[in-house]
């Protein structure tokens, strides 16, 4: 019963921890801009609407935040003259 799980867990510790702290970072899934965004926008929906935009994103094989992000960029392109 009081055996430990060889089994590694979530958050394993590596086994060689000098070699793990040396290691390259990983570079980003993404190639594209989405990782450069640090803001955070909250909308309240309807579930149904919800659902809409959940399959609409699923039907053209895009997440709903990349999907909304290209719908935001298109409805307001940056204007030169406005601050960033």
Do not use: C, N, Q, Y
């Not at 702290?21 to 980003?28: G, L, Q």
């Not at 990349?66 to 935001?72: A, F, P, S």
Request: hydrophobic share 40%.
């Amino acid at each position: 019963m009081s055996e430990r799980s060889t089994r590694r867990g979530f958050a394993a510790r590596p086994a060689d921890a000098e070699s793990w702290i040396k290691a390259p970072e990983v570079p980003a899934r993404r190639t594209d801009d989405a990782s450069a965004f640090t803001a955070r926008l909250t909308i309240d929906v309807t579930p149904a609407l919800r659902g809409r935009i959940k399959v609409a994103a699923f039907r053209r094989g895009v997440t709903v935040a990349d999907m909304l992000r290209d719908l935001l960029g298109r409805e307001f392109p940056d204007d030169p003259g406005e601050p960033s």
